[in-house]
């Protein structure tokens, strides 16, 4: 399932990096608990339950994951192109207008297709969000970073904006009439939230994952994320394929915001995300950036957002802690040398220097051409960093009697 | 068109240009600050919010503002060594960690807000910072109702960012910390200890880039919101990269921003307002185009966003 990206050994080891991350990120929350006087054991356990106590929670965290799934998927192909995709939570909510007012529009048509055409248009105004920062970034530089940012708050006053003087259902609330029931997504397991958007998106993460591994478009995904110039002198369309990037994340992430549209909400409502555009990106980072491990991370994420709500209502303690949470976990995550997955782009420019840090002997003398010349690297590489000149001499020495 | 025109030119239009202009130029010259010493800095936004915070934070204890400063330049400061720790120490991605730390800021600055006063929102109200009225200032026709009575903050920025630029281009110290932005490998070479100076730089400029979140929550207001920095820090990116790593185009590139700010407050105190959402978009959409229009011009320290092997001040660490 995985083998794509890497060997199994190496697989675990990133598991492994993931595991430690969120551990540590759990465990500095428990230290701000504590500092601030709250009881680490009533507060963990009370979202423990929110989480997986009952089958409500448990659909609760699925539920939450869902779009999660969404995001996460769309800041991961977006890494993999070397891209930084922070724009998701505004692509989801044009996206989640645009699939509203399709769905209003078409009252008399048949499920399937009424369904179709609303995911169409939620996934064409989040590829739209997208567009525009990946062109900007191809044809100016523009950093990716600040221009989705910026277009978040445009995305948010926009359909603010939209709904107040166009679309907006009668009452105090700034939303939109509910959507027809022919267009509302189908329940996939009765009686709870959980809808066939689930399986949207792990068809979604089953075909980005094969274009990804697969599909010459993928291979050019993986080229321009590693080196663009390289790219670019092997014959890739940089601008154009870096702008279709961006689309293609802004897609993936609008259909977050469509099928919370058409399967849970039934109708826009402004501000509705908690920040799952945020979320996704380190659902992206814990799943290092491959598709099949957002489905695990989102997971997780959905966990931490339905027991917070269950650690606000019984244990009192604002839920607002697990976005610090989540801070830490992409810190945490991004610390050990994700990098040299994430952004394969900084490798390729400074080969030698980033090498040496990252790894162990093995991985320098799997580089270089033989194991001399690696020990050799190795040592250059501690003599650089011991104290001085003769301390380094000295190390070099040891190690040569040692061998 | 002509309404808006005529409100871009009113003289109280352009003070409160200028008042808005102190966070966001303050966060601006931040960045250049430790971008010129090679380290991208995403998590000036993280950076106003906790300075805006602690600032808030200890004038309601204490009662003192400028004690309130002064715990906002130690929180930045803090934040600053947090971002070298990541992204220098344990090399994580510059950009991807200071993303982690505006995220992981904004929601300690909401859970905290929410712990310490309760509800949601906003903190209750505190001692804000004086207005500083310049004597000789305040009495010259025009100048005097622009640059006569403002908040400390105000002034403190308007000097700092001619005083950076005589540190950074003008000084041995300055020297240096452009050389490790420019050629790491040389300034190690020469003897400069590369990650000392750049957690140096980085804490430097956490203190500053809070200075301005001071001003946002002391200065303009006398209270904390959530997520008052509102883009802020990455609009102050943007000023940085416009103002091509220069402290007094960064200053000038935020006072353009603050503009675009100010016109729309004024617009929607008008008779006839044009719709509160489209024109609260400017500030965004601007700095958008803005930033499109000056990487191609622009040229960033050569060895920005590059890890350099620890040297012997950053493994006491």
């Given at each position: 399932m995985l083998e794509g990206t890497g060997t199994s050994r190496a697989w675990l080891r990133e598991l492994a990096v993931a595991l430690v991350a969120i551990a540590l990120a759990l465990l500095a929350g428990a230290l701000l608990l504590a500092l601030a006087g709250y009881s680490v054991r009533d507060a963990y356990w009370s979202l423990f339950q929110g989480a997986f106590g009952n089958i409500y929670s448990l659909a609760d965290t699925f539920l939450n994951a869902i779009p999660l799934m969404f995001t996460g998927l769309a800041v991961a192909f977006a890494f993999r192109g070397?891209?930084?995709?922070?724009?998701t939570e505004g692509q989801l909510y044009v996206a989640a207008l645009a699939t509203a007012i399709t769905a209003l529009a078409v009252p008399s048509w048949p499920p399937v297709l009424a369904i179709a055409a609303a995911l169409a248009a939620g996934a064409a105004a989040g590829a739209a969000w997208g567009f525009v920062p990946g062109l900007l970034k191809a044809r100016?530089?523009?950093?990716e970073v600040i221009t989705t940012i910026m277009l978040n708050y445009v995305a948010i006053l926009l359909t603010t904006h939209l709904v107040k003087t166009r679309f907006k259902a009668p009452g105090p609330v700034d939303q939109t009439a509910l959507i027809p029931a022919a267009a509302r997504l189908p329940e996939l397991?009765?009686?709870?939230?959980?809808?066939?958007a689930i399986v949207i998106a792990v068809v979604l993460i089953a075909l980005v994952d094969w274009i990804l591994r697969r599909s010459a478009w993928g291979l050019d995904v993986e080229l321009i994320g590693q080196n663009p110039s390289a790219a670019a002198y092997a014959g890739v369309p940089v601008t154009s394929r870096t702008a279709c990037i961006m689309a293609a994340s802004g897609a993936i992430a609008g259909l977050a915001g469509s099928t919370i549209v058409l399967g849970v909400l039934h109708r826009f409502i402004t501000?509705?995300?908690?920040?799952y555009g945020f979320t996704g990106i380190a659902v992206a980072l814990v799943a290092r950036t491959r598709p099949w491990g957002v489905v695990p991370a989102a997971l997780l994420f959905g966990a931490l957002q339905a027991g917070g709500l269950s650690m606000q209502l019984f244990?009192?303690?604002?839920?607002?802690l697990l976005t610090a949470v989540q801070g830490l976990v992409i810190l945490f995550v991004a610390a050990p040398g994700l990098v040299a997955i994430v952004r394969r782009r900084r490798r390729a420019r400074t080969p030698a220097a980033h090498e040496a840090h990252e790894a162990n002997e093995t991985c320098v003398a799997h580089e270089t051409r033989d194991a001399h010349e690696a020990r050799d690297a190795h040592e250059t590489r501690e003599a650089h960093e011991t104290r001085n000149a003769h301390e380094a001499h000295e190390t070099v020495r040891k190690r040569g009697a040692n061998r | 068109m002509s309404d808006a025109w005529e409100v871009i030119f009113q003289i109280n239009t352009l003070t409160a240009a200028l008042r808005l202009a102190t966070p966001i130029a303050l966060a601006a010259m931040a960045g250049t600050l430790s971008e010129r010493a090679g380290v991208i800095n995403i998590g000036l936004e993280g950076k106003l919010l906790a300075g805006a915070f602690a600032a808030v934070y200890v004038t309601y204890v204490t009662g003192a503002p400028w004690l309130g400063v002064l715990a906002a330049m130690a929180a930045g400061m803090l934040v600053g060594l947090l971002l070298g720790l990541f992204?220098?120490?344990?090399?994580?991605?510059h950009v991807v960690a200071g993303v982690g730390i505006n995220i992981l800021l904004l929601g300690l600055t909401t859970w905290l807000l929410q712990v310490v006063w309760?509800?949601?929102g906003t903190s209750p109200a505190v001692t804000s910072l004086p207005r500083w009225s310049i004597p000789v200032l305040r009495d010259i026709p025009v100048v005097g109702e622009l640059l006569?009575?403002?908040?400390?903050l105000v002034y403190f920025t308007l000097l700092a960012a001619p005083a950076l630029w005589l540190v950074l281009f003008r000084t041995p110290a300055g020297l240096r910390v452009r050389l490790i932005g420019e050629h790491p490998e040389a300034a190690d070479t020469v003897g400069i200890a590369v990650n000392r100076t750049q957690y140096l730089t980085l804490m430097a400029a956490g203190a500053l880039a809070a200075l301005g979140g001071a001003q946002l929550s002391l200065?303009?207001?006398a209270w904390f919101s959530q997520n008052m920095s509102a883009g802020r820090g990455y609009m102050a990116l943007a000023a940085n990269v416009f103002g091509q790593w220069n402290p007094v185009g960064s200053l000038l590139a935020a006072l353009l921003f603050a503009l675009t700010d100010a016109v729309q407050m004024r617009i929607q105190t008008l008779?006839?307002?044009?719709p509160a959402e489209l024109v609260q978009m400017l500030p965004y959409l601007l700095t958008i185009l803005v930033l499109s229009g000056a990487v191609r011009r622009s040229r960033p320290p050569?060895?920005?966003?590059r890890h350099y092997p620890p040297d012997h001040g950053a493994g006491a660490l």
């Open positions: 070397g891209l930084f995709n922070i724009g100016t530089g523009a950093h397991v009765p009686t709870t939230r959980l809808t066939w501000n509705f995300s908690p920040g244990a009192r303690i604002p839920a607002d | 992204a220098i120490r344990l090399r994580a991605d309760g509800g949601r006569g009575s403002h908040s400390p200065g303009d207001l008779p006839n307002p044009w050569a060895a920005l966003g």
